[in-house]
């Protein structure tokens, strides 16, 4: 496996006539403009079907299943729980759309289709769709139900449900959720959530106060709860995942991106398998090119609405080291970053306080490691060298600081920690 690894890079290395350094930025299969992830299987092998739940109703609206001709687990991605959060079910949209490599995928785009017809949260008086799914009884209305029946009858190994908010989320989904990715428990999931926000920050989100974040799901008797994956992650055991993009002041296309490029590497090894050989092919993706995603510009008229979310959950990730490009290239360095004291990642710190940063964690999967560099403020600006750097929390606001480890080969990879003393 190694070995394989080793000679596909040094083919790649040469035909491209430069160092491969960076790669663990490669993307497992990649999003190609239109949104449509680029599989190796071709469209006519694909089995294609779509149909209606709560047909005849107000509340129509369909399900796009998609099977690959390589067996894999079952991928459900869900839009439009939230008729105002647009580029949540645009995104969904687009991945009805997408060629799989294996598996089955299930989109439901317009999951209250009312609401999304309206531009509002939850469309007529049938109350906040995401709210109507109790864990161990049944869901509370007759859409829910049929969402949820989809869910059962396919069997869900993975569900990831697109959503907007009004407010970042900093640890606590009070001043709101955006720009976050909550995950389900489970090593796995923690790990494929924090890779997937790494890639995302890295390749495409320039203003580090809108880095991605991961976060666990609350606790079944806190709030929020009636969930659509919390249930299926408890009643069905799917890994399940919630995006959240912030609404306000980034234009509509960057968002829906966002989604795109996070749920693609959330679910990649399900329906992007990573043996496949042609995906060396793709973009090796520079850690310095940020794309260029960045005019924040006027907000679409979406329809946004005035409210946090509130999907949120409630605390942020419960460990303060981030593991690097882990999973994207197998031999690249693993980049982790953890502090002293233990938890500065998750708190509020006061300002002046003092924190040690410490890469020592960090490890070559391949050779050894030489070279540790730091970016204060995510500008990226590596000034600083060092297994351990000393921080001092800043009057307001977050700060984000990346780690970069540099191994003998010069594959390098990131990881970033945000403190924040807000
Ligand atoms: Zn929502």
């Known amino acids: 496996m190694q070995r394989e690894t080793l000679s596909r890079r040094s083919v790649l290395a040469i035909a491209t006539g430069c160092t491969v350094a960076g790669v663990g930025a490669t993307t497992v299969s990649g999003v190609l403009e239109d949104g449509t992830a680029a599989a190796d299987t071709a469209e006519e092998d694909l ?9 005849g109703t107000s509340r129509e609206t369909t399900v796009y299943v998609t099977e690959a001709p390589v067996e894999g687990p079952t991928v459900v991605v869900t839009g439009g729980m939230h008729g105002n959060e647009v580029a949540g079910y645009e995104a969904a949209g687009d991945i009805a759309d997408w060629r799989i490599d294996a598996g089955t995928l299930v989109a439901i785009p317009e ?39 989809v869910l059962v009858e396919y069997d869900a190994d993975v569900v990831v449900d697109l959503h907007e908010s009004t407010g970042i989320y900093a640890g606590d989904p009070v001043d709101g959720v955006g720009q976050a990715i909550f995950h389900s428990d489970g090593a796995e999931a923690v790990e494929t959530a924090r890779a997937a926000a790494e890639y995302v920050n890295r390749t495409s989100v320039d203003d580090p106060e809108l880095a991605f974040e991961i976060g666990p799901f609350s606790g079944p008797d806190t709030e929020p709860n009636g969930l659509l994956v919390h249930k299926a992650a408890r009643d069905l055991g ?17 968002r829906v991106r966002w989604h795109l490029t ?27 090119a940020d794309a260029s995603d960045d005019d924040p510009a006027e907000g679409e008229s979406d329809g946004t609405g005035d409210e946090s979310d509130g999907d949120g959950e409630n605390a942020a990730d419960g460990t303060d080291e981030n593991a690097g490009d882990a999973g994207a290239d197998d031999a690249s360095p693993i980049a982790k970053i953890t ?59 977050r700060d984000t600081v990346v780690l970069r480890v540099t191994d003998d080969a010069d594959r390098t990879t990131t990881a970033s920690i945000t403190l924040s003393t807000d």
């Open 262 to 288: 996070i749920a693609e590497q959330l679910v990649a090894d399900d329906l992007f398998p990573e043996d496949e050989p042609d995906n060396e092919h793709e973009p090796d993706v520079d850690e310095d």
């Open 339 to 397: 502090t002293e004291p233990a938890n500065a990642g998750d708190v509020a710190l006061e300002p002046g306080q003092t924190v040690t940063l410490d890469a020592t964690c960090s490890n070559a999967r391949e050779g050894r490691l030489v070279c540790y560099e730091w970016d204060v403020g995510g500008n990226d600006q590596f000034d600083e060298r060092g297994e351990t750097l000393q921080v001092t929390a800043g009057d307001v606001g």
């Open 47 to 55: 089995s294609r079907e779509s149909f209606s739940i709560m047909e």
């Open 111 to 149: 999951a209250n289709a009312a609401a999304v017809e309206e531009g509002t949260r939850s469309g007529d008086d049938w109350g906040d769709l995401n709210r109507q799914f109790p864990e161990g009884s049944e869901p509370e209305t007759d859409l829910a139900r049929a969402i949820w029946d």
């Open 238 to 254: 799917a890994e399940s995942y919630l995006v959240e993009t912030l609404s306000t002041d980034v234009d509509l296309e960057t």
